[in-house]
């Protein structure tokens, strides 16, 4: 079954708690939350603090994409405030395999990412490291940008991957989900969805995610 995991960006940030609540009503699976510092992306949005203070609200997974610089400086913060999947962008400064091996010894689920411009073939380094490969279908730093194509071979190259080598890899994707480009993202492989803007925007957002879970080989499990 395809897991949908809205990314909190979309969310009206004066009452998170209750769009905590919003999305678990309607049937979400995880909460994903987006980590900008203002250096490897130009936006800065939530920190350890503003995690840990919303940690409590549910039991849902805390699916967190950190697009910072020198990510292992903030792993165990991240991971000490309630995250469940810490997931390093490939082309952040630092090193990226001890970072991963850090949220690793943590005891946290491990995810590498990329932007669209950055070729699939450069995470092979680290894929026997994760539990999830996130491909980001818009460049990473702001919600509501259009789907760009190029993520659907990205995504085909992982489950190829995953089919050799670890069937359990989590194969997520992020920016410009919606029905559409979301099915095509399961066709081509996907597991998760995760998206903001289009499922924020609902009045009635627990009849899309029930559709988009729908989605896949599996979904009637
Ligand atoms: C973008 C973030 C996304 C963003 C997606 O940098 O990683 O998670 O919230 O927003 P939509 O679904 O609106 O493209
Ligand atoms: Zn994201």
Known sequence: MTRVAPSMLSADFSKLGEEIKRIESAGA?????????????PNITIGPVVVESIRGLTRMPFDVHLMIQKPIRYVKMFADAGSDMLTVHVEAEGDVKAALKEIMDLGVKSGIT???GTPVEELDPFL?????????????????????ENGLSKISYIKKYAESNNPKL???????????????CVDAGATVLAAGSSLFKLNDMGKEIALWKTYGPNAKE
């Open 114 to 116: 990329l932007n669209p």
């Open 128 to 148: 026997d490291l994760v539990d999830l490969v996130l491909i980001m279908t818009v460049e990473a730093g702001f919600g509501g940008q259009s789907f760009r």
């Open 29 to 41: 699976d995880w909460v994903h939350l987006d980590v900008m510092d203002g250096m490897f992306v």
């Open 170 to 184: 989590e194969i997520s994707v992020d920016g410009g989900i919606n029905r559409d480009t979301g099915k095509r």
